[in-house]
Structure formats: structure tokens, C-alpha cells
Antibody, heavy 117, light 112 residues
Framework: EVQLVESGGGLVQPGGSLRLSCAAS????????MSWVRQAPGKGLEYIST????????SYTGSVRGRFTISRDISKNTLYLQMNNVGAEDTAVYYC??????????WGQGALVTVSS | DVVMTQSPLSLPVTLGQPASISCRSS???????????LNWFQQRPGQSPRRLIY???NRDSGVPDRFSGSGSGTDFTLKISRVEAEDVGVYYC?????????FGGGTKVEIK
């Protein structure tokens, strides 16, 4: 059974840093692309980043490029999102998502990140 | 970026009655391989999104057959043939033909 379990969310000050983790089970990260999608409180879904399963190449949307870094540890079967220089606009639930050609097929339960002083 | 426009924003439905959600894209979603990468997700209150439909009309395993997807090019529809109480939630379309992937703003389905 495929499972994605996020952790690491919490309260962070503006300008601060936080690292989210996503432990995957039921499949191996090296075989799939993985993504992060976020949802601000009461708002819709926003795709932010993907990492390739085979070579770790990463892509980012403009809203996070240069501040966030997606990575994975194949030995731990864990996906990460390093968030630096966060602002209020980054307050959201962050979902770890398995990407398949043309779609997202499995979602984690989400990790809430609140940016506030 | 491709803009995905859903309508209506809110959809009050009587139990047992049909419901229809529209999703329009600002560009054609036909990919160079001939596929159209249009997905539908359901997000029940307090839960993570769950995929219902991929490539316009392919229903995921375990999704009731009262859900169906259709459309082509830039115009797509999700239909629920007979709404049940468990269908309450927000429905999102998402395109993955063009980078970056983009979602519609969501349609909230509620029971009258």
C-alpha cells in the first residue's frame, strides 16, 4: 500500500527556514517523480515543485524558485522540502504528492506551515 | 501559465440529483503525444485531495461509476449522475499538459 507521511510543519518567523519531510512507503522514490503542492488556508491548490526519481533534477514555480529546495534521500525513501526566507504568503498546508505521467496519483495528509512573528 | 477556470464556484445539489462542473483551460490541453492530461480531484472536508479522473475520462480504482469525465481541447466537464452525501467537498480540475501544472479554483459541492 502506498503511503506518504509528511512531518516538520510548524510555526516559523518571517525570513526564517523550515524543512519538511515526506516518508514514502509501498514504492521506491527512485522510480517516481515526486512533487510538493500547497494550499493556503481556505484557498485552492498550488503546484510548487517536482524532483525526478532517476537523477534528482528539480523544477520550481516562480513563487518559490530561489527560496525552496526539493530533494530526496533514496536510502531513506524520503522526500524533503527546504524552505528558506519564508514570508506570510508561504503559510499553507504542504502536500507531498507522487507524480505519474500526466497526473498526481497519491497524496500525503499534509503538513501545516504557519509563517508569523 | 495555463489558466484553469471552473464554474460554478458553489453547487448546491439535492441528494439523488445530478451535478455538473465545468473546467475551461486558456490553452488546448492536447499534448504532443496525443493525450489530454486533464485530471479531476475531490477534496472532502478536512481531508487531502484524492484523484477521481485522469486523462479526461479515466476513473480511478474505487471511484464510484456515478462520477464521469468528458471533454476535449479546452472544455471539460465532471458529472455526478446522482449525488450522495459523501460527495460533499471541493472539486478541482488540474492540467498537466503544460508546465507548470495548474489547478482550477475549485467548485464546492454541497447538499441543499
Amino acid at each position: 500500500e502506498v503511503q506518504l507521511v509528511e512531518s516538520g510543519g510548524g510555526l516559523v518567523q518571517p525570513g526564517g527556514s523550515l524543512r519538511l519531510s515526506c516518508a514514502a512507503s509501498g514504492f521506491t522514490l527512485s522510480s517516481y517523480e515526486m512533487s510538493w503542492v500547497r494550499q493556503a488556508p481556505g484557498k485552492g491548490l498550488e503546484y510548487i515543485s517536482t524532483v525526478s526519481g532517476s537523477d534528482g533534477r528539480a523544477s520550481y514555480t516562480g513563487s518559490v524558485r530561489g527560496r525552496f529546495t526539493i530533494s530526496r534521500d533514496i536510502s531513506k525513501n524520503t522526500l524533503y522540502l527546504q524552505m528558506n526566507n519564508v514570508g506570510a504568503e508561504d503559510t499553507a498546508v504542504y502536500y507531498c504528492v507522487r507524480k505519474v505521467p500526466g497526473s498526481f496519483d497519491y497524496w500525503g495528509q499534509g503538513a501545516l506551515v504557519t509563517v508569523s512573528s | 501559465d495555463v489558466v484553469m477556470t471552473q464554474s460554478p464556484l458553489s453547487l448546491p445539489v439535492t441528494l439523488g440529483q445530478p451535478a455538473s462542473i465545468s473546467c475551461r483551460s486558456s490553452q488546448s490541453l492536447v499534448y504532443s503525444d496525443g493525450n489530454t492530461y486533464l485530471n479531476w480531484f475531490q477534496q472532502r472536508p478536512g481531508q487531502s485531495p484524492r484523484r477521481l479522473i485522469y486523462k479526461v475520462s479515466n476513473r480511478d480504482s474505487g471511484v464510484p461509476d456515478r462520477f464521469s469525465g468528458s471533454g476535449s481541447g479546452t472544455d471539460f466537464t465532471l458529472k455526478i449522475s446522482r449525488v450522495e452525501a459523501e460527495d460533499v467537498g471541493v472539486y478541482y480540475c488540474m492540467q498537466s499538459t503544460h508546465w507548470p501544472l495548474t489547478f482550477g479554483g475549485g467548485t464546492k459541492v454541497e447538499i441543499k
